[in-house]
């Protein structure tokens, strides 16, 4: 549902700045903080703060304005950045974004954060490239995107945005770097304070490096000596962190040893010091000429100009763009990039004319006043206002009851599973959405092609094919090793076994869709097959030291137990293998960590589902209450602070006892929570699991940290899963069953909901024919039931989520 905002009219009350912040020594640190203070003292007077980012390895006594931090090569930090934006309500945020000071190939990681927030965001782009890498045009472009508005410093950004970024024109905003507002005055009180009274003084200012063309200035320097003879050059500023992090002082030095050599040491003074706001405007003040002689016009913003202009001083420049612009109309001189003669002689043009340089003081002291940061604080605010007014939200609805829990799951469409498929069976990967033979096969996919066979012959489902389900199981039996009394895993295309025994896990998880294949088969002859391969493969279960062999065992039995319930031995197993789940949890869980493993890892529903399946079927409380208590935290670790599902991502797995991290996220979690709530809804009847289950189907569809959709709806493929800044354009096997399966479940739920199906119990991949529910304990409801002790809280799972859209999607 898009809610759209255009008729707001409440004022801004709260906005978030995220970008370098002082005491940090950069431009972006200064401008992040005065834009900062000069919106918090607007006559609006917004609340405003901080969240600034930390260079690797740096740690900054930043002031009370800074509410958080984020380490530029952390994600996670990024992540929780997102959340506390997302939870404090902010009304907007203004991203500053310059390339270097975010983590990620060419900065991306910043999308980490932009791609989650819920508020529209404002971006000031200080730096916009003509000429971009492929990486570089990629962020660039999807922070624009997700941004509401947009902002550069000089028509040439909007020019560069329009044309190789294709950012809309009304995107696009044009706001002058802010300067402070003081006084016009002549440069005598100020040079007799700080020392250079009845001097000529020529001043540059900013964090020195190569591409500063300090060296050009130097080499200028003895020209303008022969005409002022009283003419001083002040370098003022600290070598750049990074320069020296990387190169030492080594630069600063080839400029100190070029002064010598000319032998006009008396005549170039550097100060190595990064100096406050007040020490600065002395600085500029006492200065006869300001020259910037960069040596790259691909310089869109430099805050040293616009302050020493805004402050009616003369300035001799090269044509990098915002001079370029600035400059213009006799506002300022333009010199050639490089030129030594062109430098000295207009320099020495302008101190030995002092009506042309008073005069010229005068106009860009005029023009200053229009760029003061009172005045960049009206424009920003406006900015922020109409992004706000074009923002949209689509809101994905959480429950209010029991008619809201299940929304229709999307038409089935199996046309790129198909693809997959061939004589032999389902292939594991793609390349994209083409099928990808170099890998060949493996019996983890077949069998779970086989659970979405047999998912298939519910109700109002469209059935696979006889031919194609029989594929699915003759590869199962083909895997299956006599010798070695286990299931082989690895098939490649030529169809040669890379193995004689596959991994625990991939014979439990084969045993699961034999037992599920024995009870809702639609072929009576292959449920007899699959009963008895089910019955020979299970023994070697016992052995098995892996907690999710374990469970797929459990689940497979649960439907086994049906068909063959005079085989008492498969009841021990059962009641043995959950009993080590059961010894496992208990000796791990804490109240802080209520889980079977040190670390969380791949399929982690599918253990507490087949704890809540197994007693169930068995009337073992003790297994259901442990399974509905892990399920409960680890939904916990699985949703977001915004309410969508974030899946347990790659990067974490097995990390002892840490909070999960964000990403890689892969569609097998999502189908293994959407079945574990739906077992734990018939369970204890409690509605807001049917809520969960939903919200972790949504992820499929965009209700997600990237707000992307992963399925094609019109093919049925599903990409692998989610990188911190993209989705995986590969639509291998796993994840379009995976799909498929979770689809399954909501279609079925959605059906009893809407009173479509009159059974008792839900027959979804895994499901029990539930016994009659004990007197305790509800196993279907039609409205939701109070919630029990640590149950999920409807306050945390009823209120949906929101996803940031532009207008018009």
């Given at each position: ?15 978030a ?21 000069a ?127 294709q ?20 440069p ?6 700080l ?54 002082e ?58 020493s ?12 763009w ?78 209010k ?7 229709a ?5 199996i ?7 061939d ?49 699915f ?109 059961m ?59 915004a ?26 979690e ?78 079925q ?57 532009q207008?018009?999607?």
């Amino acid at each position: 549902m898009e809610q759209h905002r255009g008729a707001v009219v409440t004022p801004i009350r709260r906005i978030a700045f995220i970008g370098n912040s002082l005491p940090r020594r950069c431009g972006i640190a200064t401008f992040t903080t005065d834009l900062q203070q000069a919106i918090s003292n607007s006559h609006s007077g917004p609340e405003t703060c901080i969240v600034a980012m930390t260079d690797h390895g740096q740690a900054y006594d930043y002031p009370s304005s800074v509410v958080l931090q984020i380490r530029d090569d952390s994600l996670e930090d990024y992540l929780r950045a997102a959340d506390f934006l997302n939870a404090g309500r902010f009304d907007t945020v203004c991203l500053q974004h310059e390339f270097g000071i975010y983590g990620g190939e060419a900065g991306a990681h910043i999308l980490v954060l932009l791609l989650r927030l819920t508020m529209p965001v404002v971006t000031t782009f200080h730096t916009v490239l003509a000429e971009p890498t492929v990486a570089q045009r990629a962020v660039m472009v999807r922070i624009a995107e997700a941004s509401s508005k947009v902002v550069v410093m000089a028509k040439k950004g909007r020019e560069l945005l329009r044309s190789v970024y294709q950012v809309p024109n009304d995107k696009i905003e044009i706001i002058a770097h802010g300067i402070p507002d003081v006084a016009f005055a002549g440069p005598d009180v100020a040079k007799a304070k700080l020392g250079f009274g009845g001097k000529s003084v020529i001043l540059t200012f900013g964090l020195l490096c190569p591409n500063k063309g300090i060296e050009v200035m130097i080499d200028a320097m003895p020209s303008i000596l022969k005409r002022r003879a009283d003419a001083v050059y002040v370098v003022l500023g600290a070598t750049h962190p990074n320069l020296v992090r990387d190169h030492g002082e080594t630069y600063r030095e080839s400029l100190t040893a070029r002064v010598r050599e000319l032998d006009i040491e008396d005549h170039v003074i550097f100060l190595d010091q990064f100096v406050d706001r007040a020490t600065l405007l002395e600085f500029i003040s006492m200065c006869d000429v300001y020259v910037t002689p960069y040596l790259n016009e691909a310089q869109m913003t430099s805050g040293t100009l616009a302050y020493s202009f805004g402050l009616g001083k003369p300035v001799v420049s090269t044509p990098y763009w915002h001079a370029h612009e600035l400059l213009a109309d006799g506002r300022g001189i333009l010199v050639p990039f490089g030129d030594t003669t062109a430098t000295g002689t207009e320099i020495a043009e302008l101190l030995t004319d002092d009506p042309r340089r008073q005069a010229m003081r005068k106009r860009a002291y005029a023009v200053g006043r229009t760029m003061t940061w009172e005045r960049s604080a009206e424009r920003y605010m406006l900015a922020f206002e109409n992004a706000r007014q074009g923002h949209s939200l689509r809101v994905v609805s959480g429950p209010k009851g029991a008619e809201l829990l299940s929304p229709a799951a999307p038409d089935l469409q199996i046309s790129h599973f198909l693809s997959m498929c061939d004589d032999t069976g389902l292939l594991q990967h793609a390349v994209h959405t083409v099928p990808d033979r170099s890998h060949g096969y493996c019996v983890d996919d077949n069998a779970r092609a086989l659970l979405l066979a047999c998912a298939l012959n519910g109700p109002g489902e469209q059935r696979l094919s006889n031919v194609l389900t029989a594929r699915f199981a003759a590869f199962v039996q083909h895997a299956w090793n006599p010798d070695t009394r286990r299931f082989r895993n690895f098939m490649g295309f030529n169809r040669t076994w890379l193995e004689d025994s596959g991994s625990e896990d991939s014979h439990g998880r084969t045993l699961w869709a034999l037992g599920e294949c024995a009870r809702t088969d639609a072929s009576p002859s292959r449920r007899r097959w699959a009963a008895g391969l089910f019955a020979e493969a299970l023994a070697t279960a016992e052995t098995f030291r892996s907690p999710r062999a374990w469970a797929f065992t459990l689940l497979g039995l649960d439907a086994y137990c049906v068909v063959a319930s005079d085989d008492l031995r498969s009841q021990d197993i059962r009641h043995f293998l959950a009993g080590r789940l059961m010894s496992i949890l208990a000796a791990v869980e804490t109240p802080e960590w209520a889980w079977f493993e040190e670390g969380l890892a791949y399929d982690n529903a599918r253990l507490p589902q087949a704890l809540i399946m197994t007693g169930m079927a068995t009337q073992t409380p003790g297994y259901v209450d442990a399974g509905l208590r892990s399920l409960r935290w680890l939904m916990t670790q699985q949703t977001s602070l915004a309410g969508h599902f974030r899946p347990v991502g790659t990067a974490g797995f097995g990390e002892h006892r840490q909070r999960p991290r964000a990403f890689d996220q892969q569609p097998v979690e999502a189908a293994a929570t959407i079945a574990a709530c739906l077992t734990a809804w018939r369970a204890d009847g409690n509605a807001a699991w049917q809520a969960a289950a939903n919200r972790a189907f949504e992820w499929f569809l965009g209700g997600n940290d990237l707000s992307l959709a992963l399925v094609d709806l019109n093919t049925g493929s599903c990409r692998d899963g989610l990188h911190p800044d993209r989705a995986n354009e590969n639509c291998g096997g796993e994840s379009v069953v995976c799909y498929l399966l979770g689809r399954a479940e909501i279609r079925q739920l959605a059906r009893i909901n809407t009173g479509l199906t009159k059974t008792v119990a839900l027959r979804a991949v895994g499901a029990s024919i539930l016994p009659p529910p004990p007197a305790s304990r509800g196993y279907l409801v039609t409205s939701p039931l109070p919630e029990p002790a640590g149950a999920l809280s409807p306050a945390r799972y009823g209120a949906g989520y929101c996803a940031p859209v532009q207008a018009g999607d």
